[in-house]
């Protein structure tokens, strides 16, 4: 049974409720009420009345209770935007972030005018890199590697609800896996890359995130590590490797890259200027002369 509510008191309970502990109250009452209510942003702002049912009221209740209790607001509505598209999240997947489209824009603006290019994505989480390259780049052929089942589950969905335009697998990054192509245009990974210490200290909210998706092992940089030496000398010539790391991590993955033999070693800032992405390039050709 539906009965009439001003959507005006419902908003102004939650966001009260929320005040104390969120700086985005508001915002997050107001997404939290669509989601559970399934009314409008314009329905919130102008205080309508609107038939909502006892479930929809209690289901926001309950909304409510786990946001105070911190779990990330991204996994209560069950959905993020990452570029200007809506991906699937919950428990058991990195929630995108919009420090990552910094690689995506990297990753898209160094496939502009390849013909057919082959990419890969390491470690692909929610699928929100290699979906977005996939769609931004139709010319491109996409792989995804995800080695969490729990992950692999949005990856998959994430890629069939955008036509399933890229290859995934599930399967470990640092490991052998023979049905994936042998090089490539383009490699891209955000891997784990939060050091010991970050581990040790992370907000309440990200320590609902799989810590298999944040965890760098000691000092954050064993991905880059292990994925430099096993991917490295997989891309074709001109091809490159381009990771996200951590705000700090630019010189000792720079070098990582630099010991490896590639080439052109680039860092991009993210719009805050922090260094966000570093990629370097196989500028030989094979079999050992040089492109340029
Ligand atoms: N950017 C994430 C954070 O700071 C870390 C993601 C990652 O390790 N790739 O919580």
Redesign the pocket.
């Known amino acids: 049974m539906k009965s009439s509510v001003s959507l005006r008191n419902v908003y102004n309970d939650v966001k009260n409720t929320l005040l104390g502990q969120f700086p985005e109250a508001e915002l997050e009452a107001r997404e939290l009420l669509q989601a559970a209510l399934g009314v409008s942003r314009q329905d919130i702002l102008l205080g309508r009345e609107r038939e909502v049912s006892r479930e929809q009221l209690d289901g926001l209740g309950a909304l409510v209770r786990r946001r105070m209790e911190r779990e990330p607001l991204q996994y209560l509505l069950g959905e993020w935007d990452f570029y200007g598209r809506t991906f699937a999240v919950g428990e058991g997947v ?1 929630i995108p ?1 919009a ?1 990552t489209e910094t690689l995506a824009e990297r990753a898209i603006s160094f496939l502009r005018g390849k013909s057919a290019p082959r990419v890969l994505e390491l470690c692909a989480g929610s699928g929100c890199l290699s979906v977005t390259v996939a769609l931004e780049c139709p010319e491109a052929q996409v792989w995804a590697v995800e080695k969490s089942p729990a992950a692999w589950d949005y990856f998959c969905r994430n890629n069939r609800a955008y036509g399933d335009q890229v290859r995934g697998v599930l399967g470990d990054a640092l490991a052998d896996i023979p049905i994936l192509p042998v090089d490539f245009d383009l490699i891209i990974s ?5 050091t010991a210490e970050e581990m040790a200290d ?1 907000q309440p909210e ?1 320590t609902k ?1 799989p810590a298999m ?2 965890d ?1 092992g000691e000092d954050g940089l064993d991905f880059y590590r292990g994925l430099t030496a096993r991917y490295a000398g997989r891309l074709r010539p001109g091809g490159m490797l381009a990771y ?1 790391i ?1 705000m700090g991590q630019e010189k000792k993955v720079c070098k990582i890259l630099k010991e490896s033999g590639l080439q052109n070693i680039c860092q991009t800032p993210d719009l805050h200027g922090i260094i966000r992405v570093v990629s370097a390039e196989n500028k030989f050709s094979r079999p050992g002369g040089e492109l340029e």
């Open positions: 990195l972030r420090d955000n891997p784990p890359y939060l992370l990200v995130e998706a944040l760098g996200e951590g």
